[in-house]
């Protein structure tokens, strides 16, 4: 079973099908702070958000995201010092992993508040030689369920996983048995 990503704990047993519907082995800590580091920050004060562009790499506890370009809202509120956080919006080869899984696609949205990450366009959902591949990907970080569809932006399925019509394909290993 996929355990959660941490900002995208996606959470699904890999023996699904159609619409996949599952649940995280371990929940994410979306209070966690959040590192990040990027080649270019533009501080867009009045507009309450920070762009980064250029290998931006977003880490909260142990899931790491990371994009060609990013933004980052955040409230007028400061907490001990700092702006809260409430959405990241993710742009270009978007991977998030965690230490035994991986998901890609074009986009990603991870809203802090509703505590939900939604991946579209040519998502890849991988944990060791196990692959889904999908339209968009919406995992609710509190329940741990994720659910993979046909929908949103298309894009390209992986090396031996065709994504077509709008379906949620994969392949799965199947362990050797004894005997065989």
Do not use: W
Not at 25 to 54: K, Y
Not at 80 to 107: E, F, I
Not at 167 to 175: D, E, H, I, L, W
């Amino acid at each position: 079973m996929i355990r959660g990503l941490a900002l995208l704990p996606l959470g699904f047993p890999l023996a699904l099908a159609a619409s996949v519907p599952a649940h995280a082995q371990t929940r994410h800590d979306s209070s966690a702070p959040i590192d990040f580091a990027a080649d270019h920050i533009e501080l867009q004060d009045r507009a309450n958000r920070v762009i980064l562009t250029g290998n931006v790499k977003i880490t909260q506890a142990e899931m790491t995201l990371t994009a060609a370009r990013m933004t980052v809202s955040y409230t007028g509120q400061i907490t001990d010092g700092s702006p809260q956080v409430s959405r990241l919006d993710a742009a270009g080869g978007v991977t998030v992993t965690r230490p035994d899984q991986s998901a890609r696609s074009q986009y990603a949205v991870y809203d802090l508040n509703r505590r939900v990450i939604t991946m579209v366009g040519g998502v890849t959902l991988r944990q060791g030689a196990n692959t889904v591949s999908g339209g968009r990907l919406s995992i609710d970080l509190d329940t741990g369920r994720a659910t993979i569809d046909g929908s949103g932006v298309g894009g390209t399925a992986a090396p031996g996983v065709q994504n077509q019509g709008g379906r949620v394909t994969g392949r799965f290993s199947v362990p050797r048995r004894e005997g065989q």
